[in-house]
């Protein structure tokens, strides 16, 4: 893992002997090579600014143990903090709420919504028992309510009847209220995306919040998203409050980095990853896997 990394940070400081700690000039020098390693990764820029600062602080007059040579050492330091970064271990979606729990899923058009949507329904009715009821609100693409009902069949799981001409806000309400009537543990609403983020869209988001009350505000957002990941959390977050994480396409030859940016800057906890388009493709999220990929 890392050995490239790994490998540069020794050409750049394993010729250090006979001192005892990592100097400024040390350091800077290794800097350079995490901040391009994470740059490679696609973290956004303000975000491997603040963790080289981070790192930096650690590193500088950090004794150099014997047993290891400087270049892991920092290697070490840059993991150690990655992972820290990144969140804990074992995150999980919050049902901690009288039934019908409201799990709202948000973001992008294309990010994987629908599919993290039925992914989850399936993990949480067959492995906790949950008696789950999906509704579409995507009444803008016309197809969508349908690609939901068709995944609803897919994974054995109730999906809200479709009724034609109803707007997004009245179709949540329908839907928490046939999952009240219906005996349902929790109630899972699939929002409409857009191609970017846009006022309309969050207005949108915040109408269906206030009126359907989720105890969960997941944004699905594409693990290959690139510089444009900081902006993404923070819109949503920002202007919908989002509780936590769902990163997809992590099967991909992408190397995570917006799973660093998205946590960073909301401090918003990454709680699953999508990792391939079946339904069962869902797992926890590793802070210490992701740290690794990051490193390359
Ligand atoms: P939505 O517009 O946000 O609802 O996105 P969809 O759920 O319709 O997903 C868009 C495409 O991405 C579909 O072809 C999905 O099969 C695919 N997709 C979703 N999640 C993943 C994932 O984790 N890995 C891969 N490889 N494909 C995914």
Redesign the pocket.
């Known amino acids: 893992m890392f050995e490239n990394l790994q490998e540069r940070l020794g050409a750049i400081l394993n010729g250090l002997t006979g001192r005892g700690a990592l100097s400024e000039a040390d350091v800077s020098a290794a800097l350079r090579e995490v901040r391009r390693a994470l740059i490679e990764a696609d973290v956004a820029l303000d975000v491997v600014r603040s963790f080289t600062d981070r790192v930096r602080e650690k590193a500088v007059g950090a004794e150099v143990l014997k047993s290891v040579k400087p270049g892991q050492m920092v290697v070490k330091i840059v993991h150690d903090e990655l992972v820290e970064m990144l969140g804990a271990e074992g995150e999980t979606i919050d049902l901690n709420a009288p039934a019908p729990v409201v799990v709202m899923m948000v973001?992008?058009?294309?990010?994987?919504?629908?599919?993290?949507t039925g992914k989850v329904a399936k993990r949480l009715s067959e492995r906790q028992g949950k008696k789950v009821l999906m509704a579409s609100l995507d009444t803008r693409r016309p197809a969508a309510q349908e690609?939901l009902r068709q995944i609803g069949e897919q994974v054995s799981v109730a999906t809200l009847p479709i009724v034609a001409n109803q707007g997004p806000v009245d179709i949540a309400k329908r839907a928490v209220q046939a999952a009240k009537l219906g005996g349902h543990d929790l109630v899972i609403l699939?929002t409409a995306?857009r191609t970017h983020i846009d006022e309309p869209l969050m207005a949108e988001m915040a109408d269906i919040k206030r009126t359907s009350n989720p105890h969960e505000i997941l944004l699905?957002a594409d693990s290959l998203t690139g510089q444009d990941a900081v902006n993404l959390a923070k819109s949503f977050d920002e202007r919908v409050g989002i509780t936590g994480l769902v990163l997809?396409?992590?099967?991909?030859d992408g190397r995570g980095g917006a799973a660093l940016s998205m946590r960073a800057v909301t401090g918003k906890p990454i709680k699953l990853i999508?990792?391939?388009?079946k339904m069962d493709?869902l797992e926890e999220f590793h802070p210490k896997r992701i740290a690794d990929r990051i490193l390359g």
């Open positions: 973001g992008l058009q294309g990010s994987g919504k629908t599919t993290t690609q699939d995306g699905v997809t396409r992590m099967d991909g999508g990792v391939g388009e493709a």
